[in-house]
């Protein structure tokens, strides 16, 4: 290596280093020494030396110095710093404007003229055929976003980076045929696929909210599930309160039965009967209206295929199906599930008639507990009353005759 091109090396690392904006991500030292290092590398293979060597390297350092002053027209900002740098070191003219044609020649959209011109092209481009390639690349797309030059999403730029390997790259030297166009063209099938796959997904997106908007939306169906557990839940109360009152007025019959009665055949307590006869009341009503409260009611079980039609049947309410057969039943739910609004008219059926039950049965619990409170207070003031004036103490003895 000639101490010009050490002296380049220097300068351009210093430069880049102090002077380039942090927002190059791409354009910067690293992808300087890249191109660099492919540049000697194919100078080697060509077994390019002296001062064509020196001319192309010096080249392949200053090619992106430009970006200091901006990404406009950076090729001839590159030209102006090495042409300045090169005449304080007297390198000849002639050569200085070599390499001023060689930085021309690394512009995007330009046909390389000589075998010199197409080692610097290929050399600049020579990510494209590496393993990094990917990442690389997205170096640059956020470099474009944060100067403000372009922003892609990534779908975008897998297009553009598609697009540019099939119409607008390619390799010139049988070098880089060789050693970077299979690994380009790995490059391409990975981006290709990439894309496939995108599309696939966004089908199925399309699909799935499809589906969403054609099913019912999650609030409808979460109002019907909560509505209906509610429903449920206060059924299941109504019962159980029910079933305590049965118990307790069964209980309490039971102990009347076995205490109290057998004590009426004694006329001394004859004041036990009506205060007797108003708790048995009271507690047998009791008993019959928690019966009936928790009564089941089974309709006729069956419908018609006119029913059907005619959306006149609630298919989700078991009293309305349980005669019929299987087939049948299954005919019908398939009719359902086609029609979106007789789903939701079933839904609201279901639940209107959950409400008329438990309405029912609140309004019998009501009279119920109403009808035990005041059998409860009547026995205990006929208890009270009967024990207090018509108790034993009350009772008159008779004489007995005499013999």
Same mark, same amino acid.
């Given at each position: 290596?000639?101490? &010009?091109?050490? *002296?380049?090396?220097?300068?351009?690392?210093?430069?880049?280093?102090?002077? +380039?904006?942090?927002?190059?991500?791409?354009?910067?030292?690293?992808?300087?020494? =890249?191109?660099?290092?492919?540049?000697?590398?194919?100078?080697?293979?060509?077994?390019?030396?002296?001062?064509?060597?020196?001319?192309?390297? &010096?080249?392949?350092? !200053?090619?992106?110095?430009?970006?200091?002053?901006?990404?406009?027209?950076?090729?001839?900002?590159?030209?102006?710093?090495?042409?300045?740098?090169?005449?304080?070191?007297?390198?000849?003219? *002639?050569?200085?404007?070599?390499?001023?044609? +060689?930085?021309?020649?690394?512009?995007?959209?330009?046909?390389?003229?000589?075998?010199?011109?197409?080692?610097? =092209?290929?050399?600049?481009?020579?990510?494209?055929?590496?393993?990094?390639? +990917?990442?690389?690349?997205? &170096?640059?797309?956020?470099?474009?976003?944060?100067?403000?030059?372009?922003?892609?999403?990534?779908?975008?730029? =897998?297009?553009?980076?598609?697009?540019?390997?099939?119409?607008?790259?390619? !390799?010139?030297?049988?070098?880089?045929? *060789?050693?970077?166009? *299979?690994?380009?063209?790995?490059?391409?099938?990975?981006?290709?696929?990439?894309?496939?796959?995108?599309?696939?997904?966004?089908?199925?997106?399309? &699909?799935?909210?499809k589906f969403k908007n054609a099913s019912p939306e999650r609030g409808i169906q979460t109002m019907f599930r909560v509505t209906m557990r509610n429903h449920l839940k206060l059924s299941d109360i109504a019962d159980t309160k029910a079933n305590i009152l049965l118990s307790v007025n069964a209980i309490i019959i039971s102990l009347v039965l076995a205490n109290l009665i057998p004590k009426l055949d004694t006329p001394q307590n004859d004041y036990l009967i009506y205060p007797t006869a108003i708790f048995i009341l009271f507690s047998v009503a009791s008993m019959i209206l928690s019966i009936l409260a928790t009564r089941p009611n089974v309709t006729s079980g069956e419908f018609t295929k006119e029913d059907v039609d005619k959306k006149k049947v609630n298919l989700l309410f078991f009293g309305n199906f349980h005669k019929m057969k299987l087939p049948d039943y299954e005919w019908a739910i398939q009719e359902l599930i086609k029609d979106q609004k007789y789903v939701y008219s079933s839904l609201t059926k279901d639940l209107y008639f959950l409400g008329v039950v438990l309405n029912r049965k609140y309004k019998l619990l009501r009279l119920t507990y109403t009808i035990f409170m005041i059998g409860m207070i009547l026995s205990v003031i006929a208890f009270f009353v009967a024990l207090k004036f018509y108790g034993p103490e009350h009772v008159i003895d008779l004489p007995k005759p005499n013999p």
């Open positions: 290596m000639s101490t &010009l091109i050490q *002296e380049a090396e220097d300068f351009v690392v210093e430069y880049l280093t102090d002077q +380039l904006d942090p927002k190059f991500l791409y354009h910067n030292l690293r992808h300087t020494q =890249r191109v660099v290092k492919n540049t000697k590398e194919m100078l080697d293979h060509y077994d390019i030396k002296g001062k064509e060597n020196d001319v192309i390297t &010096l080249a392949a350092w !200053f090619h992106d110095t430009g970006y200091v002053k901006g990404p406009e027209e950076h090729e001839e900002s590159s030209c102006e710093i090495a042409r300045e740098f090169l005449e304080k070191k007297n390198f000849p003219k *002639e050569d200085t404007d070599k390499v001023c044609e +060689l930085i021309r020649a690394t512009k995007r959209i330009y046909e390389p003229s000589n075998l010199h011109e197409e080692i610097l =092209r290929d050399a600049d481009s020579s990510h494209i055929g590496k393993k990094n390639y +990917l990442e690389v690349s997205e &170096l640059l797309r956020e470099e474009l976003s944060l100067l403000g030059i372009a922003d892609f999403n990534s779908s975008e730029w =897998r297009d553009e980076n598609i697009k540019m390997f099939r119409t607008e790259h390619r !390799f010139y030297t049988d070098y880089a045929k *060789e050693n970077w166009q *299979e690994r380009k063209d790995k490059n391409l099938r990975k981006l290709v696929k990439a894309k496939k796959k995108r599309k696939k997904m966004a089908k199925k997106e399309q &699909l799935k909210a």
